[in-house]
């Protein structure tokens, strides 16, 4: 069973425009969000993270939301730019869950058209 | 970029034969884990350790076994290896437990034949 789901496989959007990624977690116990970035051939980046004491953080153009009723957060872009394509990968963990690892969810593969 | 590295980077070997898989840190991190990544299922922990000696198992340990003897050595070996075995393994470091930041390693690319 998912407890952490992308929905979107793929999303295009335009140069200069606002991405939007989404993900959609069910573990209650899950207290802590990041995302990374992969590019092909390379290990997952850090992005940005959030905690479930905040619904918003922020990063020069990078900005993560959570929604902890929906439990559901996303990433916004903006503006995008050409080498934010990349697969996008949300991922949680539970601060009390010790040092058992991220669960991932299975990736967004984001394309900025020019 | 934290300090880890992965080798070897490519490995392809045949079915049966044992593999092993080394990430190497320089942070001084105490905590380290490797993870697979298939087509249609994003990351997936295999084992991790929270210390010198000190290992568990994740989500997909079936068929790895791994060792720590050293804080900033963490090898994963496949004892007998399998084509469900063929994937990109990465490594990753933390400095503390849960409600941290994970750094991956570049990942090993195995091709089970």
């Known amino acids: 069973d998912q407890q952490v789901k992308q929905n979107s496989p793929s999303l295009s959007v335009q140069e200069g425009r606002i991405s939007i990624l989404n993900c959609d977690y069910t573990?209650?116990?899950?207290?802590?969000f990041l995302w990374y970035k992969k590019y092909p051939a390379e290990g997952p980046t850090f992005l940005i993270s959030?905690?479930?004491?905040?619904d918003k953080n922020e990063d020069g153009r990078f900005t993560v939301f959570l929604n902890k009723s929906a439990k559901h957060l996303s990433l916004h872009i903006v503006p995008s730019q050409p080498g934010d394509s990349a697969v996008y990968f949300c991922?949680?963990?539970?601060?009390?869950?010790?040092?058992?690892?991220?669960?991932f969810g299975k990736g967004t593969h984001l394309i900025i058209q020019p | 970029d934290a300090g880890i590295t992965q080798s070897p980077r490519h490995k392809v070997t045949e079915t049966g034969t044992p593999v092993t898989l080394r990430c190497h840190q320089t942070?001084?991190?105490?905590?380290m884990y490797w993870y697979r990544q298939d087509p249609g299922h994003g990351l997936r922990l295999i084992h991790y350790?929270?210390?010198?000696?000190?290992?568990d198992k994740g989500e997909v340990s079936d068929g790895y076994s791994v060792s720590r003897s050293k804080t900033e050595d963490f090898l994963l070996t496949l004892e007998s290896a399998t084509s469900s075995q063929t994937s990109v393994y990465f490594c990753?470091?933390?400095?503390?437990?849960?409600?941290?930041?994970?750094?991956f390693g570049p990942g090993t690319r195995l091709l089970v034949l």
């Open positions: 573990n209650s116990m899950f207290d802590y």
């Open positions: 942070e001084n991190h105490r905590y």
């Open positions: 959030i905690s479930s004491i905040k």
């Open positions: 991922a949680a963990s539970a601060v009390s869950g010790g040092a058992d690892g991220l669960t």
């Open positions: 350790s929270y210390g010198v000696k000190d290992t």
């Open positions: 990753a470091i933390s400095g503390l437990a849960g409600g941290e930041t994970q750094y």
